[in-house]
C-alpha cells in the first residue's frame, strides 16, 4: 500500500527564503494592502506575462468573477434582458457569481471530447433577454474562442471568459487572456498559479480599469468622491509577494506537470473503458488536471475505482460533481436532461493527482492501481 497520502493536487510554494527576504520590506513600510507596492510589481508582471492591456488584481477569482458581472451589467439599457448562457460543467463559484449578480444562467450543453461549452447549441438558446456569454475553459481545454467571438458579435453579446483553469495558456501563440470582453484568473492555491488566495480580470478595454478599481474598492474614486456602490475584494501586500515569488517558478512547474501528464496519458492509454483527455496541438498547456471519464467497459464503476484508489492512500476528485443543475440551491429550478452530455460526464469523470511535486514514480504506482483493480 502507498503510505503517503497523495491527494489530487498540491499547492505549489516559492522559494521560502526569497520570499522572506521579499517581506521584509512589509515590516518598513507598514503597507499591507490598497494598491501597495508589490501589488503594483505583481500587476506589472501578469499583465507582461499575459501579454494583455490591463490587470485588476483581487483577492480571490470568485470576487474577480462577480466585478466583472457587475461591470456589465451596469452597462445594460434600463429594462434590458439579464440572462447569460453559460455552462452546467463548472465550479459553483461561476453560477454563484451570475446569479448574485441579478442575472438568469442559461444552461448550454458541454462537448464530449473537450468538456467545454458547445458552440453548436448556443444561438438555440439566445433570444432577446439574452446580454451576455460566460464560457469556461476546463481542464485546460481551451473553448472554441474564434466561434463564440462570431456569435457574440452577431448578436452583439459581452464575453466574459472563466479562465480560472487556463492561467499561462495560449492558442495558436496567442495569449487566452485575450479573448472575450473580460477573462477571470484565478490562483486559488490549488491553481497552476496561486497567490494563496487571488485571482485577476485580464481585459484590453482600457475604459474598464478605473470602475473595475472602483468596484473592488467599495465605489470609491479619490478621498472625496465615491460615485457607485462596491465591495471589498483588494489583493494584499503578502498575498502579492508570494505570486511574484511563484511566477518565477511557474515555467518550471509547468515542465515538471507536462512530464507527469504524459506519464499518465503513455501508460493509461490502452486501457477499455477509461477515456483520456486529448491535447489539442494548437494549445499550448499548462496541464493543470489530469480527467479520465469511466465507463462500464473498465469494469469498475467511478465509486469503486475511488474506493479502491483511496484505500491505497490515493484521494482523486470527482470534479465537477454533482453537476450545477444537480446542486439543492440551483435543482428546483432546471432541468439536468436538458443537457444530457454534462450530465452524462459528471457521473463518470475521475482527476487524479497532478502536481510539481509528484514524484513520476508515484505517477507509475497510481497507474499500475487502475490497471490492476486491486485491492492492495
Not at 464560457?135 to 472563466?162: A, R
Not at 498559479?193 to 474598492?217: D, R, S, V
Not at 493509461?268 to 483527455?277: C, H, R, S, T, Y
Request: net charge neutral; aromatic share 10%; glycine share 6%.
Amino acid at each position: 500500500m502507498q503510505k503517503e497520502k497523495i491527494y489530487v493536487t498540491k499547492s505549489s510554494l516559492p522559494d521560502y527564503n526569497k520570499f522572506c527576504e521579499m517581506i521584509k520590506n512589509i515590516w518598513d513600510s507598514k503597507m499591507l494592502t490598497n494598491n501597495g507596492y508589490y501589488h503594483q510589481i505583481l500587476e506589472q508582471k501578469i499583465k507582461e506575462f499575459l501579454q494583455v492591456n490591463n490587470i485588476t488584481l483581487y483577492t480571490n477569482g470568485h470576487l474577480a468573477l462577480e466585478n466583472a458581472l457587475n461591470l456589465i451589467k451596469g452597462q445594460i439599457p434600463a429594462g434590458g434582458g439579464l440572462e447569460i448562457i453559460t455552462t452546467p460543467f463548472t465550479f459553483v463559484s461561476t453560477i454563484h457569481a451570475i446569479v448574485r449578480n441579478g442575472f438568469k444562467p442559461v444552461f448550454c450543453d458541454i462537448n464530449p471530447d473537450d468538456y467545454t461549452i458547445d458552440v453548436s447549441k448556443i444561438e438555440n438558446l439566445i433570444n432577446e433577454n439574452t446580454c451576455a456569454i460566460v464560457p469556461v475553459h476546463v481542464y485546460g481545454n481551451i473553448c472554441n474562442v474564434e466561434k463564440i467571438k462570431e456569435i457574440s458579435k452577431k448578436y452583439n453579446l459581452k464575453v466574459i471568459y472563466d479562465a480560472a483553469h487556463a492561467f499561462g495558456e495560449r492558442i495558436n501563440g496567442e495569449s487566452v487572456a485575450n479573448f472575450g470582453d473580460i477573462s477571470m484568473f484565478s490562483f486559488h492555491a490549488t491553481k497552476v498559479f496561486n497567490t494563496i488566495e487571488g485571482g485577476c480580470l485580464a481585459y484590453n478595454n482600457n475604459a474598464y480599469k478605473q470602475p473595475l478599481e472602483q468596484l473592488k474598492n467599495f465605489g470609491i474614486k479619490n478621498e472625496d468622491v465615491t460615485n457607485f456602490i462596491g465591495g471589498n475584494a483588494k489583493m494584499n501586500e503578502f498575498q502579492s509577494v508570494f505570486g511574484i515569488c511563484n511566477l518565477d517558478e511557474l515555467s518550471n512547474n509547468i515542465e515538471k506537470r507536462k512530464l507527469l501528464y504524459h506519464k499518465y496519458l503513455e501508460l493509461l492509454k490502452d486501457i477499455k473503458g477509461i477515456k483520456l483527455n486529448k491535447l489539442n496541438e494548437k494549445i499550448s498547456y499548462n496541464y493543470s488536471y489530469f480527467p479520465i471519464v469511466i465507463s462500464e467497459e473498465y469494469g469498475l464503476s467511478r465509486e469503486s475505482l475511488i474506493e479502491l484508489l483511496n484505500k491505497n492512500n490515493i484521494f482523486p476528485r470527482k470534479y465537477f460533481y454533482p453537476l450545477i443543475t444537480e446542486l439543492d440551491c440551483y435543482k428546483n429550478n432546471y432541468d439536468s436532461t436538458l443537457t444530457p452530455i454534462a450530465l452524462d460526464i459528471s457521473k463518470r469523470v475521475l482527476t487524479l493527482p497532478i502536481y510539481p511535486d509528484l514524484e513520476p514514480e508515484k505517477v507509475e504506482e497510481i497507474c499500475n492501481i487502475i490497471k490492476k483493480r486491486e485491492l492492495k
